[in-house]
């Protein structure tokens, strides 16, 4: 009796209100809602890996930004196909959901205001001649670059040599054609990594389009033209390496603008990281360090990764 007395009756109980009720899911209404969170996860998958190469620390990095973001503009197209990255599945557009593609479309609208119609020409200059002096790139076969674009970056490249980079007395050297991009649809499947070049490539390399041979107009003279007549490196050369072995011997003048240009990261959040390393390590308790101290120990941290392997 006295315990019946303390249990609170149904109708003694605090009512919920209906805001805090979740309402029911249905199997389809779940369905759709997972099917639309994984084909936006890989629809901007694309634009996460672009933004982890550009903001990272393996340089050069100026250099992939038009690639990078014209390839991306590519996937976005409306009759892309939709890689999926974490088993490779490719999704094409008749089975894309409506609301990706609308997302998309608006997505692919913004990026073409931004990189084409409202790009800043000196902004868009410097990433052209970027562009033409990685060694991998500078047929400029892929994606959104047509004959317009690619002449005007050789004229940016080759009005920048003669104005500031060529020596005074060269002779001509008879144009001839650039090979096409080598290496780029044969990439190796295990190396599929946020952040790496290569898984970047492979995760779009379904929109790439075939490789064309562009023509070097007669404009392009001495070095430029040397260059821009090689061959195309493959995608996994390594550009400073190249220019620090090969490029060095080969165009000498050429590759001093390269370093100019090439060592002018894309974006600053790498600056900003080494700032803060900075913060940390000269803090509250190693004040009295010296600046070669402080120094050392910034180039310790920084390449620690590269020392594991020294003993």
Same mark, same amino acid.
């Given at each position: 009796?006295?315990?019946?007395?303390?249990?609170?009756?149904?109708?003694?109980?605090?009512?919920?209100?209906?805001?805090?009720?979740?309402?029911?899911?249905?199997?389809?209404?779940?369905? %759709?809602?997972?099917?639309?969170?994984?084909?936006?996860?890989?629809?901007?998958?694309?634009?996460?890996?672009?933004?982890?190469?550009?903001?990272?620390?393996?340089?050069?990095?100026?250099?992939?930004?038009?690639? @990078?973001?014209?390839?991306?503009?590519?996937?976005?197209?409306?009759?892309?196909?939709? %890689?999926?990255?974490?088993?490779?599945?490719?999704?094409?557009?008749?089975?894309?959901?409506?609301?990706? @593609?609308?997302?998309?479309?608006?997505?692919?609208?913004?990026?073409?205001?931004?990189?084409?119609?409202?790009?800043?020409?000196?902004?868009?200059?410097?990433?052209?001649?970027?562009?033409? @002096?990685?060694?991998?790139?500078?047929?400029?076969?892929?994606?959104?670059?047509?004959?317009? @674009?690619?002449? %005007?970056?050789?004229?940016?490249?080759?009005?920048?040599?003669?104005?500031?980079?060529?020596?005074?007395?060269?002779?001509?050297?008879?144009?001839?054609?650039?090979?096409?991009?080598?290496?780029?649809?044969?990439?190796?499947?295990?190396?599929?990594?946020?952040?790496?070049?290569?898984?970047?490539?492979?995760?779009?390399?379904?929109?790439?389009?075939?490789?064309?041979?562009?023509?070097?107009?007669?404009?392009?003279?001495?070095?430029?033209?040397?260059?821009?007549?090689?061959?195309?490196?493959?995608?996994?050369?390594?550009?400073?390496?190249?220019?620090?072995?090969?490029?060095?011997?080969?165009?000498?003048?050429?590759?001093?603008?390269?370093?100019?240009?090439?060592?002018?990261?894309?974006?600053?959040?790498?600056?900003?990281?080494?700032?803060?390393?900075?913060?940390?390590?000269?803090?509250?308790?190693?004040?009295?360090?010296?600046?070669?101290?402080?120094?050392?120990?910034?180039?310790?941290?920084?390449?620690?990764?590269?020392?594991?392997?020294?003993?």
């Amino acid at each position: 009796m006295v315990a019946a007395l303390h249990q609170p009756s149904r109708a003694s109980l605090p009512v919920r209100h209906d805001a805090t009720v979740r309402p029911r899911i249905s199997p389809g209404n779940l369905v %759709r809602q997972l099917q639309v969170y994984n084909q936006g996860s890989a629809q901007l998958y694309g634009l996460s890996h672009a933004s982890k190469i550009l903001e990272g620390s393996s340089y050069p990095t100026s250099n992939l930004v038009l690639y @990078l973001m014209y390839t991306n503009m590519g996937a976005m197209q409306p009759e892309a196909s939709l %890689r999926q990255h974490w088993d490779g599945q490719l999704i094409l557009p008749e089975n894309i959901h409506p609301a990706i @593609l609308e997302a998309r479309a608006s997505l692919l609208d913004d990026m073409d205001f931004r990189w084409k119609s409202a790009i800043d020409p000196e902004r868009e200059r410097f990433y052209l001649i970027c562009t033409l @002096l990685d060694p991998r790139l500078k047929a400029m076969t892929f994606w959104g670059v047509d004959d317009v @674009l690619r002449d %005007r970056a050789l004229v940016c490249l080759t009005t920048e040599y003669d104005a500031n980079w060529a020596p005074p007395s060269v002779p001509d050297v008879v144009p001839q054609q650039a090979a096409p991009i080598a290496g780029l649809h044969e990439l190796a499947s295990n190396n599929y990594d946020v952040g790496s070049f290569s898984g970047f490539m492979q995760h779009l390399q379904h929109i790439q389009p075939a490789s064309v041979v562009p023509e070097v107009g007669a404009l392009i003279a001495h070095e430029v033209a040397a260059y821009m007549a090689g061959a195309v490196e493959p995608m996994t050369t390594d550009v400073l390496h190249w220019w620090a072995k090969v490029g060095r011997t080969k165009f000498p003048n050429l590759a001093k603008l390269a370093r100019q240009y090439l060592g002018c990261p894309a974006s600053s959040a790498s600056a900003e990281r080494v700032f803060s390393l900075a913060g940390r390590v000269f803090g509250d308790h190693n004040q009295n360090l010296t600046p070669l101290n402080l120094e050392e120990r910034m180039w310790a941290k920084c390449n620690r990764g590269k020392l594991d392997g020294i003993k």
